[in-house]
């Protein structure tokens, strides 16, 4: 699926890249939209040649409220349509980055009982010219991974996002493997960017190594006192 992926960002990076959304570095918050399903398939858009996602609602038809799945759910989740399914999602950070930013890709994926309909989330990241200059997944769970069950779990990647990306292409997809429906369950997806950490100017370092030395001089003095 990772291959297929890689297949469709080189074969669709122009029509990808006229669809960017725009939006400054924000840290601390899902840059995903609508990963949760609720508004339906809102800003995911078709891939042309491919099957599209659908929202569907929690219940006997997919994955029981009672079933394995995000402790917060809402009432609606992803699962395909066809043979494959494709849905992405480009966004400009206003970038390019210039130092590494720690991220985390996460979401619920799944699929039913023991058949081997599965689903991935993908993020790939682009530099200013619109080539790819590295990339993230989560996904697929397997039959063996859910144990032969219906339900969605919860997996998690981290990393660095790659200096100099400017943006970001979210692919989420769901494959066909047995039964009639296209069985691969995704919701609460997420990328999440978390703000550097502060490193003290070289002045404040000095008035913290004086104030810790001041500190021992008074500890060894009240020692011997």
Known sequence: MKTRIRTLLAASLLAALSSLSHAGLSFGSNLVVNGDAEAGTANWLAYDSYSTIQSVSYGNSWVKPSEPGPG???????TGTGAY???????????????????????WLGGWAAQGDNALFYVSFLGDDGSEIGNASIGPVTPAERRNTTGLWYRETLGLLPVGTSSLGFWLSMERQGGGDNDGYADNLAFVLQAPAQVPEPASLALLG??????ALQRRRAKHS
């Open 72 to 78: 917060k759910r809402g009432s609606k989740m992803f």
């Open 210 to 215: 004086l104030s810790l030395g001041l500190l």
């Open 85 to 107: 399914a494709v849905a992405y999602q480009m966004l400009d950070i206003g970038g390019p980055s210039t130092q590494a930013l720690n991220y985390s890709l996460s979401g």
